[in-house]
């Protein structure tokens, strides 16, 4: 992945650990925007008396949710990562950039895109298309993030006036609701 050093970056990682609110903060951050424009998703989670919390995700452009994890049944040790609907959410994002956004919103860069998988080429689409593109970071995935944008990304706080900052100096043709 390149860009052209003298252009604005077009690629930021959010930097956050487990059980800190980085959907509650794209979700807010996201409000201020025309959704028609914004495209990507966060998570929400719901609890699951089997094991424990299912994770599903919402498109921020339709609005519509779905399950990202199996239930693998009360015996099981926590939930899966359901790699169909991963596939799927990726197509819709995809969809949803070509069809045109002003900006790129993946709230995990997780273990799928740490071994080269989930949603590294809705993030590269995205670039390719000159889309600025906010992306979650748990702490424990920043080497394979680092690897991925090879020092082209700016690194953001979990600080929703640095990232709307960010987003004012990147995203200029978003219009405020």
């Known amino acids: 992945m390149t860009q052209d050093t003298q252009s604005k970056p077009l690629l930021a990682g959010i930097r956050f650990q487990p059980r800190e609110p980085i959907d509650a903060i794209l979700t807010q951050i996201t409000s201020h925007y025309r959704c028609d424009r914004v495209s990507g998703y966060v998570q ?55 069809a045109g956004s002003d900006l790129l919103i993946v709230a995990r860069f997780g273990r799928s895109e740490a071994e080269g998988r989930g949603l590294r080429d809705v993030i590269s689409r995205a670039m390719e298309l000159e889309i600025p593109v906010l992306v979650g970071v748990r702490g424990e995935y920043a080497d394979a993030w680092a690897e991925f944008h090879g020092g082209i990304a700016d690194t953001l706080p979990l600080d929703a006036q640095k990232i709307e900052a960010w987003l004012h100096m990147n995203t200029c043709t978003l219009a405020s609701t």
């Open 44 to 98: 929400k989670r719901h609890k699951d008396r089997d094991c424990g919390t299912l994770v599903y995700v919402r498109n921020l452009r339709s609005g519509a949710e779905m399950s990202i994890t199996k239930n693998r049944g009360a015996m099981a040790k926590g939930c899966k990562l359901d790699g169909d609907a991963l596939s799927s959410l990726s197509e819709q994002l995809a969809q949803d950039i070509e």
